[in-house]
């Protein structure tokens, strides 16, 4: 196993995510911390979260609008290199080979060396959307992303099969990586404050926030983390 790197000693780093602010809420600190060191973060955004109000003066369709700017806000904020939008409808995610396939090319167009999603697996409540965007980035990675009989119209458009080294999983019920947001967190609040149809209005955001982060720190020697399950795929 000597022949992974350690876990920021990579070079491109995917997020797949169901909603514009799971990114947020999960790994904004890291998404910083590594495009800070030159690292490029990329992010596919599988629904643009067309069902997520409670304010009636919203249709899906300006909801989707209003939202995918504020993702474009987030990752001015965070240094994405790139914002990728599937346009899957919110809600209504299904772990089948139609998302499979758009989750693969993207991982074969960016070759990411980390591939980061929903914990799938964790047991019991979860949003069917995290669930299956899990599941789906799960699958995508291995086997159907490397094989090249899979999906024959990408090679041939010209889009190689990828070989992703691991996969880390946020909202892990047992992680075993560790991200050091101290000097990020600002940053984080900062984003999610970009989400306004979602977190305009709550105050205690940031005191929440760095409970949590210095609870997944506790056996640190830093204050504040995100955290990450990670497997590391057969290469
Ligand atoms: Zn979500």
Not at 61 to 73: G, K, M, P
Not at 153 to 171: D, M, N, Q, S, V
Request: include cysteine; charged fraction near 30%.
């Amino acid at each position: 196993m000597s022949d992974y790197p350690g876990p920021e000693e990579y070079e491109t780093y995917m997020w797949v995510v169901a909603h514009p602010d799971d990114l947020d809420f999960s790994s904004a600190g890291t998404v910083k911390r590594f495009a800070n060191a030159g690292k490029r973060c990329i992010l596919v955004q599988v629904t643009s979260g067309d069902h997520g109000t409670g304010d009636r003066s919203f249709t899906p369709e300006t909801l989707r609008s209003q939202r995918e700017h504020e993702v474009e806000d987030s990752a001015q904020v965070l240094g994405l290199a790139d914002v990728v939008f599937l346009h899957e409808r919110d809600g209504y995610v299904e772990a089948n080979m139609t998302l499979r396939e758009k989750i693969v090319k993207q991982i074969r167009l960016h070759k990411p060396d980390v591939v980061i999603t929903h914990d799938p697996f964790r047991p019991y409540a979860m949003h069917p959307d995290h669930r299956n965007v899990g599941l789906s980035t799960h699958d995508s990675v291995y086997p159907t992303a490397r094989d090249h009989l899979y999906f024959p119209e990408h090679l041939e458009a010209g889009i190689e099969p990828h070989k992703t080294a691991e996969i880390w999983y946020f909202g892990a019920e047992s992680p075993d990586i560790f991200i050091d947001i101290t000097d990020t967190f600002d940053d984080k609040i900062r984003a999610l404050k970009a989400h306004d149809t979602q977190v305009g209005a709550r105050a205690d955001l940031a005191d929440r926030l760095r409970e949590r982060s210095a609870e997944l720190a506790k056996d640190q020697p830093f204050e504040l983390a995100e955290a990450y399950k990670s497997v590391r795929m057969m290469r």
